[in-house]
């Protein structure tokens, strides 16, 4: 003996038929509004609650995050000017230097803004050096006919690369 199932519709789409229903609330979902996650589908609300969850960051992180990253990036920017070509070499370890230290400052709290503010701070901190001597090679430019413009490559690239470290160090992604 079969019994009818009762059809059962999305609490979002009330006019779409489903058999899926969230593993957690239980309610039914339709795919567009399903979430796969490891243990089976969700809906948005029940996967929304569970990152507020690991949203652990206080208010005064993100500050903190910022200034350890522009201080400790400007420092890194500074060494990593003494070198030219080889800063390739030395930023995404000064990324990594960086990323750590925060993630020490706030105390391994997480957000999702941590990052954002880390990176923006990188990248503003290791192109204090170069726009100050923005003004001096640009007269030297006048001046000596060009040489000093390539040096304003390298914070560039130490931006870059530190900035894109610091991201994937404090973001969690495995590469």
Not at 3 to 20: A, F, G, I, S
Not at 22 to 29: A, G, K, L, S
Not at 130 to 149: E, K, Q, T
Request: net charge positive; proline share 5%; glycine share 8%.
């Amino acid at each position: 003996m079969a019994e009818n199932p009762q059809t059962l519709y999305c609490y979002v789409h009330t006019q779409r038929e489903t058999l899926l229903r969230c593993n957690r609330c239980e309610r039914p979902i339709c795919q567009s509004c399903a979430v796969l996650t490891p243990t089976g589908y969700r809906c948005k609300e029940c996967v929304k609650g569970q990152q507020k969850i690991f949203d652990t960051a206080r208010w005064w992180d993100y500050p903190l995050a910022f200034i350890t990253a522009g201080v400790l990036s400007y420092f890194g920017s500074l060494v990593a000017g003494l070198f030219g070509f080889f800063v390739i070499f030395i930023a995404p370890v000064a990324g990594m230097i960086i990323a750590e230290a925060v993630r020490f400052v706030v105390r391994r709290r997480r957000s999702k803004l941590i990052p954002i503010a880390a990176v923006v701070a990188t990248v503003l901190g290791g192109l204090i050096v170069p726009a100050a001597n923005i003004v001096f090679a640009l007269l030297n430019y006048y001046v000596d006919a060009g040489s000093g413009l390539l040096g304003l490559l390298w914070p560039a690239v130490y931006a870059a690369l530190a900035a894109s470290t610091v991201y994937y160090r404090l973001k969690g992604i495995r590469i």
